[in-house]
Every structure is written in structure tokens, then in C-alpha cells.
């Protein structure tokens, strides 16, 4: 049983590789086809890691492990939230002549964009200290 979670790591790692190089060379009949599978293979990623974010935390043992791990999805949707209501949502300048997209759709974008940065820099910073951190907790 212990087993399990690796070898499905490796089945969606080699799964994901296959779409990518599909992807990428254009193996596929049309471009918006390939652009449509990647986009799907893309959301059922992120369906499997919310779904085991909400799950795994109750089969720790102990009641300690499954309530830090609520807390720091608490902490990301509180992020996104934040993300969210800093996004202005306004198009931008050069592409005032084109088709727009909705003023939500905007939003979201900048959102995530502003949620990108911000989990980027996090990355980053926690690559770069994270030992020098754990070094002065021993």
C-alpha cells in the first residue's frame, strides 16, 4: 500500500511527459485539438491534487497532521482571495483595437498572474533559505 502513491506518481509523471511531447512537436491532428487535450489532461491534474489535499490530511494518525494541512490550504485560498481582489481587471493598452475578453475574465487573469509571482518569488525564497532556516531550528 505504501508503494501505491509512488507508482501512481510515476504513471501521471510519464502520462504528463507523453501529453508534453505530444504538445510540443505537434503530433496531433489539429492545433486546436492538442491545445483541447492539453487543457483537459491539465484540469484533471489539478482535480487529483485538490481532491488529495482534501483527503490525505484524514489518514494521518494523528489529528495534528490533518489540521496544519487544512490550515495551509486555508492559507492559500485566503492568497487567492487576497490575488483576487488586487487584480484590476482592466485590458491593456495595446490591445485596446482588438476583441476583449470580459471584464471577470480579466480579473481572473491578473489574479493568477499576481498569484503566480507572488508563489514564484515564495519558491525561491523558501529554495534559497530553506536549509539555513532548518539548520537553526536543530
Do not use: H
Not at 106 to 117: E, P, Q, R, V
Amino acid at each position: 500500500m505504501k508503494k501505491l502513491p509512488k507508482y501512481l506518481l510515476y504513471v501521471l509523471f510519464a502520462i504528463s511527459i507523453v501529453v508534453l511531447v505530444i504538445f510540443l512537436f505537434g503530433l496531433g491532428s489539429n492545433e486546436e485539438g492538442m491545445v483541447a487535450m492539453m487543457l483537459n489532461w491539465s484540469y484533471f491534474l489539478m482535480a487529483v491534487a485538490i481532491i488529495v489535499t482534501f483527503v490525505l490530511p484524514f489518514f494521518y494518525p494523528t489529528g495534528k497532521g490533518a489540521k496544519g494541512a487544512l490550515v495551509k490550504v486555508g492559507i492559500l485560498v485566503v492568497l487567492c482571495v487576497i490575488c483576487y481582489l488586487c487584480g484590476s481587471g482592466d485590458p491593456l493598452p495595446e490591445t485596446a483595437s482588438k476583441t476583449q475578453a470580459s471584464a471577470s475574465t480579466l480579473k481572473w487573469t491578473d489574479a493568477g498572474l499576481i498569484l503566480s509571482g507572488i508563489l514564484t518569488l515564495a519558491a525561491f525564497l523558501l529554495i534559497c533559505f530553506g536549509s539555513f532556516i532548518n539548520s537553526l531550528r536543530k
